[in-house]
């Protein structure tokens, strides 16, 4: 119940966020966008499938879910991404998992969409499936270890405060 809660409240706070970035680029800032509408629902598939793997993440690892997603979805991601440095300079490594790490896969949908008339030729089909198989992974990977711990009895760890530390008047 709580990673279906979580997935939802991911998925409420993915069309505030896809909302505002649209709002500053678009209109603060002055990106020029042709496809606006697919851009934003584009945007808003890929955020939901990051934050469905952030949760997946938080149910596999617990507390210590936050640095680990960091880790793959950050510093993993920008070298391998080929939107900041291209992939030719880069070591083999990144290029190996710019074939799998969403933040390629996610740079070449929206330049496809920015800068070759969303074609799906140049980049966007890769980019959809790639969308539609992170999703589905994280929602798999997600709800089979919050199962996994309810059938084994285990629980999470979360600090609780001790009987010293109760706030006046509780």
């Not at 119940?1 to 970035?21: G, S």
């Not at 270890?145 to 001790?162: A, K, W």
């Amino acid at each position: 119940q709580t990673l279906l809660l979580k997935v939802v409240m991911t998925a409420m706070i993915t069309v505030l966020t896809t909302t505002l970035v649209m709002v500053a680029t678009i209109s603060i800032l002055g990106m020029d966008a042709a496809h606006i509408p697919l851009l934003w629902i584009y945007s808003y598939c890929a955020g939901l499938a990051v934050g469905l793997g952030v949760q997946a993440i938080n149910a596999a690892f617990g507390g210590i879910g936050q640095l680990v997603s960091m880790f793959v979805f950050i510093a993993l991601g920008l070298p391998s991404s080929g939107a900041t440095v291209p992939l030719q300079a880069v070591p083999g490594f990144y290029r190996l998992l710019s074939l799998f790490e969403p933040m390629r896969q996610l740079s070449d949908g929206v330049r496809a969409i920015l800068f070759f008339d969303a074609r799906a030729d140049a980049g966007l089909t890769r980019a959809w499936t790639m969308i539609a198989i992170g999703t589905a992974l994280a929602l798999l990977v997600g709800f089979t270890m919050t199962r996994f711990y309810e059938r084994r009895g285990l629980e999470r760890m979360t600090p609780q405060p001790s009987g010293g530390d109760r706030p006046p008047g509780a």
